[in-house]
């Protein structure tokens, strides 16, 4: 059976693969096709630990906490954008 598509160039089944966060994370994903691939854990308890260790393992360049009691979030030291970061912006809240 065919992986139903849009595009007549992709045909068969999608590529499953183990479930790696840091492989999924840079994976390409068509948007005018169906998804070509899809990532497969041994168990729910494989794919929490692993996602856990793949977000353990990613830079912080600070630490948030949420304080419930105040519904606010507190972060330990200032926060300096390095993408994304606007060239201006007006009081109407538009950059460019």
Known sequence: DDHPSSDDN?????????WDPAVAAVQEFPITTYQPVYFLAESLQDAKQKMRQYC???P???FA?????NDTVH???PVKRTVGVPSRQDNTGVTG
């Open 10 to 18: 992709v045909t068969g089944p999608p590529e499953i693969k183990p």
């Open 56 to 58: 353990e393992d990613l």
């Open 60 to 62: 912080r360049p600070f």
């Open 65 to 69: 906490t949420y304080n419930a009691q």
């Open 75 to 77: 972060i330990d030291r």
